[in-house]
């Protein structure tokens, strides 16, 4: 069983910055792939980006790439979003989650979910 508490969120100018956080539980946290996953108001949730076990590999979705950076710390069992030049289509409801398949881009391959953090940016 793993517990992901997401933190970080807020409210934010366009071309803002922000740093998301998940906080794992469990000692096999360095043993899953870490994605994250957005829902805007309307919208179905949707990939933003994984990781690798070690942190030595990521995937992004095309609307991020260039944008935002996922990482992670198996130490602290914490894996990051940092969000940069932020724009209000990047308003949702942000989720970490836990896979076992290799830098999956599909929900259904997410089996452990956070219970998300708001990210709130306006024009």
């Known amino acids: 069983q793993v517990q992901l508490v997401e933190s970080g969120g807020g409210k934010v100018q366009a071309g803002d910055s922000l740093r998301l956080s998940c906080a794992a539980s469990?000692?096999?946290?360095?043993?899953?792939?870490m994605g994250w996953f957005r829902q805007g108001p309307g919208k179905e949730r949707e990939f933003v980006a994984a990781?690798?076990?070690?942190?030595?590999?990521?995937a992004y979705a095309d609307s991020v790439k260039g944008r935002f950076t996922i990482s992670r710390d198996n130490a602290k069992n914490t894996v990051y979003l940092q969000m940069n030049s932020l724009k209000p289509e990047d308003t949702a409801v942000y989720f970490c989650?836990?896979?076992?398949?290799?830098?999956?881009?599909?929900?259904?391959?997410?089996?452990?979910w956070g219970q998300g953090t708001q990210v709130t940016v306006s024009s």
């Open positions: 989650a836990t896979s076992t398949r290799w830098l999956t881009r599909s929900q259904y391959n997410y089996n452990y």
């Open positions: 469990g000692r096999t946290f360095s043993s899953y792939v």
């Open positions: 990781i690798s076990w070690s942190g030595s590999a990521t």
